[in-house]
């Protein structure tokens, strides 16, 4: 997760690796403590090997259903900070995407979108130089191959 300053946050989904041309992908609503995260449009088809492109825009919703104001870094912050817990030094939370290549074969990622809090209070609000939202713990699978087309009039 990247931070812009005419942005929020954005996704930066990038195609590596020899078999990586994803090119439709589906990042699946997810919760921050009690704030929910949703994708509202569909993106846009991920450019080839070492090319990205930017997931945008993403709605936070309040625990009541309406929607924020809040930036996710400070909804990140709320989250930590309701678990009372200050020895706690990341905060962990799963984020599912499932994508399809070239050939149609589908596949899901799975990985954790970890959150630091001391990172978060040390820089200037707006001023994230460090890392404040990291991936972590990445697990790629295929879950379906693509068919072969059917022929109906045989």
């Not at 921050?32 to 709605?59: D, K, M, N, W």
């Amino acid at each position: 997760m990247s931070r812009k300053s005419t942005e929020q946050a954005c996704f930066d989904l990038i195609n590596r690796g020899k078999h990586s041309r994803a090119q439709f992908v589906c990042i699946e609503d997810f919760y921050i403590g009690q704030y929910y995260v949703a994708f509202r449009t569909f993106p846009p088809a991920i450019p080839p090997f070492g090319q990205h492109e930017s997931i945008c825009p993403l709605y936070i919703n309040e625990p009541d259903g309406k929607l924020s104001q809040k930036n996710i870094f400070d909804v990140f912050w709320d989250a930590y900070d309701s678990l009372k817990q200050p020895k706690l030094y990341e905060l962990p939370i799963p984020v599912k995407t499932t994508y399809q290549d070239d050939s149609r074969n589908l596949f899901e990622a799975r990985c954790d979108l970890v959150f630091y809090p001391n990172e978060h209070l040390k820089t200037p609000h707006g001023n994230h130089s460090d890392k404040v939202v990291e991936v972590k713990n990445l697990k790629l699978r295929k879950v379906a191959p693509a068919t072969a087309p059917v022929d109906w009039l045989s």
